[in-house]
């Protein structure tokens, strides 16, 4: 039942995608029982985006840019190449990338609710889902979590 429900989820996300989310969430256990992308199944709330949008523009806006199309300096963080390159990544490798490099020059300086946040924007402006549940500022609780493609 549980698992016939996430296959639907996944599904809605696009039959190729669930091939790559099942194998990377897959984590080597071999189970594959544990696989969700953000682009099927909400992972943050509308107001943890907003919150990260104010985050952003103090401490990511000056580089990234107001509509995150970054430049060539900066990558971009909004798009079809930022979500092709991040769809079959974890929240986690996304989260804890963020914290340990970014705003470059000053990682980790952001609190942890601050880089939950400012993650939750970044997905929203991409179009992912969001829900009821707040995005966990634990990386670990993230590995589970792939991104996936949202369906425009
Ligand atoms: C001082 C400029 C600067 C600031 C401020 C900054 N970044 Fe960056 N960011 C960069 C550069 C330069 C890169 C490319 C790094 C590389 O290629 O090694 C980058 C790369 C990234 C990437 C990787 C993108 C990808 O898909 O490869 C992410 C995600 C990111 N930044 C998020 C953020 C967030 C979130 C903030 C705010 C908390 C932030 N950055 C603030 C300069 C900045």
Redesign the pocket.
Known sequence: MKLQKKFKLTLFAGLGLMMGALGFADGGDGSGDDALTAAAHPVFTAEQAEAGEV??QQ??A???FGQLQGDD???A?AGGN?RN??SSRTLEQ?LD??RT?????QPGT?SDEAYAQ??AY?LDFNGYPAGEVELSADPAELSHIVFGLPTE
Do not use: D, E, N, R
């Open positions: 985050v952003y401490s990511c000056a580089c990234h300096f900066a990558a963080l930022f390159y991040w996304f990338y963020v490099q970014m705003p470059l020059g952001l400012v993650v970044i």
